[in-house]
Each structure stands twice: as C-alpha cells, then as structure tokens.
C-alpha cells in the first residue's frame, strides 16, 4: 500500500514508518519540523527514515491548504495515517493559537485530501486527554467526553467530531485512536519521563506535581506501533457501520503511580533524583486508564512491555544518544 504518514519526524509517526516500511509498504512522510522541541530530535529520526528505500518526504505544514491538496492530488494514497498535530498540555495553556493551526485547521485539510483523492481509510491520533474530568476508571470509549480540561484535549475532541461528521456525509472508513502517555526511546523531550532523565542526569531536582499524587497507564511505543499495525491494514468497508467512524483505546491498561515510574528510571539511569513536590497544574489530571476491551476483541491488542523493561529501553537509547551529543559538541536536550 501507498500510505501517508503525516508528523513523520514525530515519536509516534517516526516509528510507525519504519514498522510500515519494514511491512513493505511504501510511505511518503511530511512534518513541518517546527520548533516545540529540539528539532536535532526530529532530524535524527528523519535521518533514518530517509536512508530507507520506498520513504520520501516533504516538509510541509498540515495547515497548508493548497499545499496539502497537491500532496494529496500528486498522490495515490490507499490509507492515511495523521498523526501530525501539536501536542502538549501544558504547551496549550501559552500558544493556544498553534493548536488552531495544527489541529483544526490540519485536520480538515486531511479530510478533504482524503474525500476529494479517494482514500480508503484514515487512521488518525486523538489522545485520552479527550477524557478530561472524568472520574469513572478505567477509561472506556462508550464513556462521554464532554469535559475537557485543556484547549489541547478541547481540539482532539474537536477531531473526532470532524471525523464523524465526514464518515456520515463522504462514506469513506476513519478510524480514531486514543493514546495513553506513549513512552520509549525517540521519545519527545517535553514528556515528563524525558524531562525527569535530563534532571537526573544533570543532577537538577525533579518537579513532581500534585506532590507526586498521580497515574498514568504508560504505553510503551512498541506496543503502540503494534495497534497501529493493525488498524492500517485493517478493510475497515467490511465492518458495515451506518458511520463507518469508530474509536478505540490505546494504552497499557494497568496504571502505575508517578513516584514509582521516578524511581524505575532513576534505577535504569544509574542516580538518584532530588524532588521539589508542586500542586497540580491546570489542565493536569490526576489518572488515566485504558480499557482496551473493544480494541482487544476487534485487533487481538494486548501490550507486552512492561513499565520496567521500557524504561530500561528508554534509559539505554538516552545514555548513548546522549553520549553521541556530547562527542560532537553538541549541548544536552535539555527541557526548561
């Protein structure tokens, strides 16, 4: 198949083309490369996506309407996969207009690539932020998400809205997918395991907030490459929906308390951390929780990599990328 990969220079998006690629499919890939993170990161990744046979790419913003639609018209794409989007919750609170651009406007420009150039299906991130205030764990997808608690979970809501409604009036398969806190090497560095390792490393005290009072069902990047896998090369025009827009969860389904994920990497890094408990942040929840009942029944989804072992896999890649950084000069990822 003939599959674009939209944020491809991202953590999700990087590995889920090389999985894509190493299934023989052929992947065009675009991100805009902007500068949320260290965009070092990004081109590291895309360094080895480009030395990949059947991968091109093109950087392009998703907010590009003319530019998107000659993607799309260029293009004969059997499946989309549109991870591309501005993350962050915390990120949404000072820069709320990129998320307008990235994902409102991104997201419409790739349902009307999808609509107007005969895509047979689109896979696309949402995030279990969409969850927001909810009290019910664990998390299910027949549970109402009408209270989110950050502009960033506001706009993933906002996109399953607009896949619904294109699902209902254009007839072509979509289907959604909420992610749970995805960790494991190429991760993002402004995600709290990846800002707790360059504290520990440069021996700065950790932030813990809400004075370490939180889960999270952390969901190692193999395990979600997995559920990604399968949803791309699902025939979801067999399933016979009235809409064919369907949701699912993907997480670990088995969360675990901040302080003991903190200690796992401070274990796997070699070196203790000093803490400065905080309160909870605005936008900030105190747990999330998959239930991943209806994505096991329909794609036999079930993680495999335990919070341990990921993040012994993480703290592996972070020393030796960490080390190549300061063999060429280069100044720590650091996140302030």
Same mark, same amino acid.
């Given at each position: ?24 499919h ?10 949320? $993170? ?9 360094a ?28 004969a ?17 000072? %820069?709320?207009?990129? $998320? ?23 896979? $696309? ?38 896949c ?5 009036l ?24 990846? &800002? ?9 005290? !950790?932030?813990v ?5 939180? &889960? ?11 559920? !990604? ?23 670990? %389904? ?7 994920? !903190? ?40 993680? &495999? ?32």
């Open positions: 198949m003939k599959i674009l990969v939209t944020g491809a220079a991202g953590f999700i998006g990087f590995h889920s083309s090389l999985r894509l690629l190493a299934a023989g052929e992947i065009v890939g675009i991100d805009n490369l902007n500068d949320y $993170y260290d965009v070092r990161l990004k081109q590291s990744r895309l080895q996506l480009q030395g990949k046979q059947r991968f091109h790419f093109n950087r392009l913003d998703l907010a590009d309407r003319q530019g998107m639609a000659r993607l799309f018209e260029a293009n794409f059997d499946v989309v996969l549109h991870l591309g989007a501005q993350a962050g919750v915390r990120y949404s609170l000072e %820069n709320p207009f990129a $998320y307008l651009d990235s994902n409102l406007t991104g997201m419409l420009t790739v349902l009307e690539g999808c609509r107007h150039n005969g895509v047979k299906h689109l896979v $696309y991130a949402s995030s279990s932020s969409v969850y927001g205030s909810n009290t019910k764990l664990p998390f299910a997808i027949e549970d109402r998400v009408d209270t989110p608690v950050s502009l960033y979970a506001a706009t993933k809501k906002a996109d399953e809205l607009m619904h409604t294109y699902a209902h254009y007839g072509f398969p979509i289907t959604g997918l909420r992610f749970f806190t995805v960790y494991g090497p190429w991760g993002r560095p402004d995600m709290a395991y990846f &800002k707790f390792a360059d504290a520990i490393m440069a021996e700065r005290s !950790i932030d907030y809400n004075n370490g009072d939180r &889960k999270r069902d952390f969901t190692y990047i193999d395990d979600i490459v997995d559920g !990604i896998q399968a949803m791309v090369s699902d025939e979801p025009a067999a399933r016979g929906d009235q809409v064919p827009h369907r949701v699912y969860n993907l997480g670990h %389904n088995h969360p675990e308390q901040l302080l003991d994920m !903190i200690q796992l990497l401070e274990k796997h890094l070699g070196r203790q951390s000093g803490k400065n408990f905080l309160p909870m942040q605005p936008g900030d929840v105190h747990a999330t929780y998959a239930d991943i009942t209806a994505t096991n029944h329909d794609y036999g989804f079930t993680p &495999k990599v335990s919070l341990d072992t990921g993040l012994q896999r993480f703290a592996e890649w972070y020393l030796a990328y960490r080390r190549e950084q300061v063999a060429s000069h280069e100044p720590a990822l650091v996140q302030s």
